[in-house]
C-alpha cells in the first residue's frame, strides 16, 4: 500500500519535470504565436475554439482508431504522429483549462494536436476498412456541435493552421501567468517534495530486530 501512496506524487512530479523540460531550447522546430514556422511539412487546417471542445473526448477513440488502420501513407502516418508527440507537448491534456480557456499557456497546443486528430478523422474516412467507424464518429462529433451551436465558437487561435514540421509548445513564463497552471504545476510540485521527504524518512527508519 505504501508503494501505491508514493506512485501518484511520483506522476505529478514527472509532470512537474516535464514542464521544466519543455521550456528548455530544443533542436527539434518549434513556435508559440502562429504558424510562422517551418511549412516543410504537411499542413493542418485550423480548429475552432468550439471544435477543439467537442472533439477532445473523443481523441481517445480517433488515434485508437487510426493506429489500427492498415490502409494508410506516408502523410496520413506523420499526421498522426503529429497528434501524438503534440499532446505530449500540451502534457496529455491533465492541465485544468489547456482545451477550454484560450488564455491557458497550453491552450494553443492543444489547437495543434486536435487539428491534427480531426485531419486523421477525415482522412480515414477515404480508407475502406476504417470508412464506417470514421463515418460514425464524424456524424457522431457533428451532432454534438450541432446539438450546443459550438461550430461557430472561436478564439484567437482558431484561424491559426499548423504544420507537422512545426510543433507548438507552451512557454513555461504563461505558466505563472496562467492562475490554474500555476495552481497544478504548485501542487504537482509541493506534493512531489512531501513524497521525496516521506520517503527519506521511511528510508531513514531502521526495522526493529528482535532479540
Given at each position: 500500500?505504501?508503494?501505491?501512496?508514493?506512485?501518484?506524487?511520483?506522476?505529478?512530479?514527472?509532470?512537474?519535470?516535464?514542464?521544466?523540460?519543455?521550456?528548455?531550447?530544443?533542436?527539434?522546430?518549434?513556435?508559440?504565436?502562429?504558424?510562422?514556422?517551418?511549412?516543410?511539412?504537411?499542413?493542418?487546417?485550423?480548429?475552432?475554439?468550439?471544435?477543439?471542445?467537442?472533439?477532445?473526448?473523443?481523441?481517445?477513440?480517433?488515434?485508437?482508431?487510426?493506429?489500427?488502420?492498415?490502409?494508410?501513407?506516408?502523410?496520413?502516418?506523420?499526421?498522426?504522429?503529429?497528434?501524438?508527440?503534440?499532446?505530449?507537448?500540451?502534457?496529455?491534456?491533465?492541465?485544468?483549462?489547456?482545451?477550454?480557456?484560450?488564455?491557458s499557456p497550453f491552450n494553443e497546443c492543444?489547437?495543434?494536436?486536435?487539428?491534427?486528430a480531426k485531419m486523421a478523422l477525415l482522412?480515414?474516412?477515404?480508407?475502406?476498412?476504417?470508412?464506417?467507424?470514421?463515418?460514425?464518429?464524424?456524424?457522431?462529433?457533428?451532432?454534438?456541435?450541432?446539438?450546443?451551436?459550438?461550430?461557430?465558437?472561436?478564439?484567437?487561435?482558431?484561424?491559426?493552421?499548423?504544420?507537422?514540421?512545426?510543433?507548438?509548445?507552451?512557454?513555461?513564463?504563461?505558466?505563472?501567468?496562467?492562475?490554474?497552471?500555476?495552481?497544478?504545476?504548485?501542487?504537482?510540485?509541493?506534493?512531489?517534495?512531501?513524497?521525496?521527504?516521506?520517503?527519506?524518512?521511511?528510508?531513514?527508519?531502521?526495522?526493529?530486530?528482535?532479540?
Amino acid at each position: 500500500m505504501r508503494g501505491t501512496h508514493l506512485l501518484k506524487p511520483a506522476i505529478l512530479l514527472s509532470v512537474f519535470y516535464l514542464i521544466c523540460i519543455l521550456s528548455l531550447p530544443i533542436e527539434a522546430k518549434a513556435h508559440t504565436g502562429g504558424s510562422s514556422g517551418s511549412q516543410a511539412g504537411i499542413p493542418i487546417p485550423s480548429l475552432s475554439h468550439g471544435e477543439m471542445a467537442v472533439i477532445a473526448p473523443y481523441y481517445g477513440r480517433i488515434v485508437a482508431l487510426a493506429s489500427s488502420a492498415s490502409d494508410t501513407d506516408e502523410a496520413f502516418r506523420r499526421v498522426l504522429n503529429f497528434a501524438q508527440i503534440q499532446r505530449a507537448y500540451c502534457l496529455w491534456g491533465v492541465m485544468p483549462g489547456s482545451v477550454a480557456d484560450e488564455d491557458s499557456p497550453f491552450n494553443e497546443c492543444s489547437h495543434a494536436y486536435l487539428a491534427a486528430a480531426k485531419m486523421a478523422l477525415l482522412q480515414m474516412r477515404t480508407m475502406k476498412d476504417e470508412k464506417a467507424a470514421a463515418s460514425d464518429l464524424i456524424s457522431e462529433i457533428d451532432g454534438v456541435l450541432v446539438r450546443n451551436n459550438l461550430s461557430l465558437v472561436l478564439c484567437r487561435f482558431s484561424g491559426e493552421g499548423f504544420n507537422t514540421a512545426d510543433l507548438v509548445r507552451p512557454q513555461l513564463a504563461g505558466i505563472f501567468l496562467h492562475g490554474k497552471s500555476l495552481a497544478a504545476t504548485m501542487l504537482a510540485l509541493m506534493t512531489a517534495v512531501t513524497a521525496l521527504w516521506w520517503t527519506a524518512r521511511l528510508l531513514r527508519i531502521k526495522p526493529v530486530v528482535a532479540d
